[in-house]
């Protein structure tokens, strides 16, 4: 192995928006970033096709972007938080353009605003039609190579976060086959979410919660992590990761039917555009019924919704499917995580020398349930305050001790499990058997190891919560509980849970000892 002095020099880990940002708002400060592949590869910020929201409209204003977050969030949002993020979105579009991103534009100039379920007024900011993710992290990744003060490692996997005397130390990392220590006192989590965990995902199946992992096993408190958001509208098919039909379709006037044209989300408040938690219900239980789902957007799109939504129409043509004269067959996958690291306003884990930017972050502005376009925004105004923290933040290199180097970590063992126990409905018995068929997986250390780690967390996470909620719905708990906590976790609390469960114990028990 071999061991690199960064010389105080803090490290970024992740390649998608939040990693860049994060990055580039270190202005001439030296920083490393570490990229899992080469950059614009495999990251799900590439595949974000809706846009970023932001009040630019005429008839828009913070305020009712903060209202829109509220309600979506189902009353766990931290409303500071979210007050934040939404006031600093327009300018935040602004600095993006600045960089270089071309942003869809009328003939006059002026910015196209999408509509996108739950939102109030059409303020989603979109490229290429439905390629906004992908020209964001060209623009950015650009922008990242034209910086000399940014040293990009490509294709290098962190293992660990190294931990001495309760502060971070360095990083575990291998790359082309090397094993490699990286002395630095300070890091950002750039990783992403966890959708990679489950079998159906319109993630990278690279992206399963190894951020979490790695902030678990370095002991910091993680929070909210039985929030998983479930997209309703993956196009139905064998590939994997699952093509994603953008919310924005459906705001364009596209209906949800099934196999016989009916439209069985008519009498839902908000249709097709209520919450995506609720569409999502909506599509799973007539998927458990026996019916099948498609999008139809033949009447209100036609021909027209290839150039609208240029991708889409070509991973329809790539299924033998016209969206022009054909519905599109769909189905809920695993899209976005509303858990993850606990961090306060300007990105701080509760372990010192550790932040959190992105998917990976709990930040308090998802709540129980993200509103659309909304995380592409947070990466990129909450990069600024990271940035400023971790550079403001004092280091000293210490001495590190040996250590052993983890294999490469897969999930797919786990896949069946979390897929069945943690899907869009949930209840204890299937959360309890998930829960005891992990504990073994996370204490083997193989490459199972990690992904069950988060998994098992996740699950814990589930099991504590008995009400129903946002993304989060318990067929045993079906009603809100207006007593609802905050569930916030360590590695060692979940551990403890688990093994506390083997016996069967009542959670309301492990609540009272968590307490």
Same mark, same amino acid.
């Given at each position: 192995?071999?061991m690199?002095?960064l010389?105080?020099r ?5 390649g998608g928006?939040?990693?860049?940002m994060?990055a ?8 490393v ?21 932001a009040?630019?409209?005429?008839d828009d204003?913070?305020d009712?972007?903060?209202a829109?977050t509220?309600?979506a ?6 409303e ?7 006031e600093a979105a327009p300018?935040?579009?602004e600095h993006?353009?600045r960089l270089?991103?071309?942003?869809d534009?009328a003939?006059?100039g002026?910015?196209?605003?999408g509509?996108?379920?739950?939102h109030s ?5 979109h490229?290429?039609?439905d390629a ?5 992290v060209?623009?950015? $990744?650009d922008?990242v190579?034209?910086t ?7 294709r290098?996997?962190?293992?660990r ?10 990083v575990?990392?291998v790359?082309?086959?090397d ?16 959708g990679?965990?489950f079998?159906?995902?319109?993630n990278?199946?690279?992206s399963?919660?190894q951020?979490?992992?790695l902030?678990?096993r370095?002991?910091a ?12 509208t993956?196009?139905?098919g064998p ?7 953008s ?10 039917v ?8 008519a ?5 097709e555009l209520a919450?995506?938690?609720?569409v ?5 239980r007539?998927?458990?019924a026996?019916?099948r789902?498609?999008?139809d957007?033949?009447?209100?799109l ?6 609208r939504?240029p ?5 329809c043509?790539?299924a033998?499917i ?8 769909v189905?809920?996958a695993?899209?976005y995580h509303?858990?993850?690291?606990a ?13 959190a930017?992105g998917?990976?972050?709990?930040t ?8 659309a ?5 947070e990466?990129?105004v909450c ?7 971790v550079?403001a ?9 040996p250590a052993?180097?983890?294999?490469r970590?897969d999930?797919?063992?786990?896949r069946?499990i979390?897929s069945?126990?943690l ?9 309890r058997?998930a829960?005891? $068929?992990m ?10 190891s990690d992904p069950a780690l988060v998994a ?16 989060h719905f318990r067929?045993?708990f079906?009603?809100?509980d207006a007593?609802?906590r ?8 979940t ?5 506390i ?7 309301a ?5 968590r307490?």
């Amino acid at each position: 192995m071999t061991m690199h002095d960064l010389h105080g020099r803090p490290v970024i880990i992740g390649g998608g928006i939040a990693g860049l940002m994060t990055a580039l708002r270190f202005a001439s400060e030296p920083v490393v970033l570490i990229s899992k592949t080469s950059l614009r590869q495999e990251a799900s910020s590439v595949l974000a096709q809706g846009g970023v929201a932001a009040s630019l409209g005429s008839d828009d204003s913070p305020d009712l972007h903060l209202a829109d977050t509220l309600a979506a969030g189902d009353g766990l949002c931290d409303e500071k938080a979210v007050r934040r993020v939404v006031e600093a979105a327009p300018q935040a579009i602004e600095h993006l353009a600045r960089l270089g991103v071309a942003f869809d534009r009328a003939s006059d100039g002026t910015l196209l605003l999408g509509l996108e379920a739950a939102h109030s007024r059409r303020r989603i900011v979109h490229a290429g039609g439905d390629a906004t993710g992908r020209e964001l992290v060209r623009a950015l $990744a650009d922008a990242v190579w034209r910086t000399p003060s940014i040293t990009v490692l490509e294709r290098v996997e962190v293992r660990r976060l190294i931990v001495e005397d309760g502060e971070i130390a360095g990083v575990l990392a291998v790359g082309n086959g090397d094993a490699m220590t990286l002395l630095t006192g300070r890091v950002v989590l750039a990783t992403g979410g966890i959708g990679g965990l489950f079998d159906h995902t319109t993630n990278p199946l690279g992206s399963f919660g190894q951020g979490l992992a790695l902030a678990a096993r370095a002991g910091a408190e993680l929070a909210y992590l039985e929030f998983v958001q479930f997209h309703p509208t993956a196009l139905d098919g064998p590939r994997r990761q699952m093509p994603l039909i953008s919310e924005a379709v459906r705001g364009e006037g596209a209906v949800l039917v099934d196999e016989r044209g009916r439209r069985f989300l008519a009498d839902t408040p908000g249709g097709e555009l209520a919450p995506r938690d609720v569409v999502a219900r909506g599509v799973w239980r007539e998927l458990c019924a026996g019916h099948r789902v498609f999008l139809d957007a033949r009447r209100c799109l036609g021909p027209r919704l290839a150039q609208r939504f240029p991708a889409i129409a070509s991973l329809c043509r790539e299924a033998g499917i016209d969206p022009a004269v054909d519905p599109i067959p769909v189905r809920p996958a695993a899209h976005y995580h509303m858990g993850g690291v606990a961090v306060d306003a300007e990105g701080r884990s509760s372990l010192r020398g550790l932040w959190a930017c992105g998917e990976v972050a709990r930040t308090g502005l998802h709540g129980a349930n993200r509103l659309a376009s909304n995380s592409l925004i947070e990466a990129v105004v909450c990069a600024a305050s990271v940035a400023a923290s971790v550079g403001a933040s004092p280091t000293a290199n210490r001495r590190l001790k040996p250590a052993i180097v983890p294999p490469r970590p897969d999930p797919s063992r786990i896949r069946p499990i979390v897929s069945h126990a943690l899907g869009i409905e949930r209840d204890g018995q299937m959360l309890r058997e998930a829960a005891k $068929a992990m504990s073994p997986i996370v204490a083997g250390r193989d490459a199972a190891s990690d992904p069950a780690l988060v998994a098992l967390m996740i699950t814990i996470a589930a099991l504590l919560r008995e009400e129903s909620r946002g993304s989060h719905f318990r067929i045993d708990f079906p009603r809100r509980d207006a007593r609802s906590r905050s569930l916030r976790m360590t590695m060692d609390e979940t551990l403890e849970a688990a093994a506390i469960l083997s016996d069967t114990i009542p959670t309301a028990t492990l609540l009272d000892r968590r307490a």
